[in-house]
C-alpha cells in the first residue's frame, strides 16, 4: 500500500512524457489563482475596507455595499483566471493523456504559465498592452492544445 501512490506516478510519469511538467505547470496555476485572491483581501484590508458586517467589525474596517475601483480591477483578474485556467487544466490533461506531441506539449504549458503569470501581474498594475498580449498568448495555447487533441483522437 505504502508503495502504490509512488509507483502509481512515476508510472504515469513514464507512460505520459508530458505529465510531469503538466503536473508542474498545474500547480504554479493553482497557487498563483490563491495569490490573486489574497491580493483582494490585502487590497481591501489596505483601504481598510469591508463587505461583510463580522470582517467589519473584526477588523475597524468600514462596511461598503459595493467594491472599491481597486478591489474591483482584482476581482476582474481573478474572474478572467477562473474563466481560462480550468478549461486549461482540463485541456492539457486530457492532450498528455492522448499523447500529443511532447515538444507541443512543452511549448503550450510552458508559454501558457507564463502568459498567465504576466497576465495577472499586467491585469492588476494597469498594463497595456502586456494585459491584452499575454490573454492572447494564452488564447493561443489553448488552441494549440485543442488541435493536438482533435488530431491525436481522430488519428
Ligand atoms: N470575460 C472577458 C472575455 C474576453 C477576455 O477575457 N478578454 C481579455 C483580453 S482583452 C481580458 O483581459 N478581459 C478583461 C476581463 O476579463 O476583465 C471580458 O469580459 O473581457
Not at 483582494?40 to 463587505?51: D, F, G, H, P
Not at 500529443?100 to 511549448?107: D, E, F, K, S, W
Not at 504576466?118 to 491584452?132: H, L, N, T
Request: aromatic share 10%.
Amino acid at each position: 500500500m505504502n508503495d502504490f501512490f509512488p509507483q502509481m506516478t512515476s508510472n504515469l510519469v513514464l507512460a505520459f512524457p508530458g505529465f510531469r511538467l503538466y503536473a508542474l505547470c498545474a500547480v504554479i496555476l493553482v497557487i498563483k489563482m490563491f495569490g490573486v485572491g489574497l491580493y483582494t483581501v490585502r487590497t481591501r484590508s489596505r483601504l481598510k475596507l469591508a463587505m461583510n458586517p463580522e470582517d467589519a467589525a473584526r477588523f475597524n474596517a468600514q462596511l461598503v455595499t459595493t467594491e472599491h475601483p481597486d478591489v474591483e480591477r482584482v476581482l476582474r483578474a481573478h474572474r478572467n483566471d477562473l474563466e481560462n485556467i480550468p478549461a486549461f487544466l482540463i485541456l492539457g490533461l486530457i492532450a498528455v493523456l492522448a499523447g500529443a506531441p511532447v515538444l507541443g506539449l512543452q511549448i503550450c504549458f510552458i508559454a501558457y504559465t507564463a502568459a498567465r503569470v504576466v497576465y495577472s501581474v499586467a491585469y492588476i498594475k494597469a498594463m497595456q498592452p502586456w494585459r491584452s498580449m499575454t490573454f492572447g498568448i494564452g488564447t493561443l495555447c489553448m488552441f494549440a492544445l485543442c488541435v493536438m487533441i482533435i488530431i491525436r483522437i481522430l488519428s
